[in-house]
């Protein structure tokens, strides 16, 4: 069955340190991927997504993410995080683009000390 | 405000209760869906509407029942639910199928 692993399930940074968020999938084929982000008491929001082309995509707030397909991985990267950058991130991939069927990983608690 | 308003936001039933969450998006999307979220737990998908039209329906049990009637909304009917179905319901809504949603707040259900 397909599924997406994010590795690190709580992660606590210092301002100004550098993130990166792991994310891998399960699936051959071809992919759309996304990294959405949710506040504290707020709706889930998209970041970033990549349907084809350059495999680093460039989202809001800074972040950004690659697309390596021989490794099945879309990293969520930030040179310098902000105290506001406290959220849960979810990696998300639809592998089947007739379905709209998103698969969500387990998401990644970031929390960054002032 | 997100595009896309759920209601109720909380909402507290017992087992033998029928009771309906609401989704309305305002962003002219075509493809509507429902997502559950448990605690520890990936979202999970659990129908997905295009044109209102089923197009996905995730091997969920039949005491939740979808319904779209236009583009611009989506229920879910509850009856007869379990204590393990209390979680965050979420409904999203897009353009397409490509899969990118906007998301709702959510509606946080407790089955007691």
């Known amino acids: 069955a397909q599924s997406v692993s994010q590795h690190n399930h709580h992660v606590i940074l210092s301002e100004a340190a550098s993130l990166e968020l792991g994310c891998n999938y399960s699936?051959?084929?071809?992919?759309?991927l996304f990294w959405y982000v949710q506040y504290p008491g707020q709706h889930l929001q998209l970041l970033l997504k990549?349907?084809?082309?350059?495999?680093l995509v460039k989202g809001i707030k800074g972040f950004e993410a690659e697309f390596i397909k021989s490794k099945f991985s879309f990293n969520l990267r930030k040179p310098s995080v902000q105290w506001s950058d406290t959220a849960e991130y979810f990696c998300a991939v639809n592998a089947h683009s007739n379905t709209g069927k998103l698969i969500f990983g387990q998401g990644t608690t970031l929390q960054v000390k002032p | 405000e997100t595009g896309v308003t759920q209601t109720p936001r909380h909402l507290v039933m017992g087992m033998t209760n029928k009771k309906s969450l609401k989704c309305e998006q305002h962003?002219?999307?075509?493809?509507m869906y429902w997502y559950k979220q448990s605690a520890k737990k990936p979202l999970e998908l659990m129908f997905v509407y295009s044109l209102e039209e089923r197009v996905e329906n995730n091997s969920v049990p039949s005491r939740f029942s979808p319904e779209c009637p236009n583009s611009s909304h989506l229920f879910l009917h509850l009856h007869t639910l379990q204590p393990e179905d209390s979680a965050l319901y979420l409904c999203?809504?897009?353009?397409?199928?490509?899969?990118?949603?906007?998301f709702g707040q959510g509606t946080r259900l407790t089955v007691v």
């Open positions: 990549y349907f084809s082309g350059d495999p």
């Open positions: 962003l002219g999307h075509n493809a």
């Open positions: 699936y051959g084929g071809t992919v759309n």
């Open positions: 999203a809504s897009s353009q397409g199928l490509e899969g990118q949603g906007f």
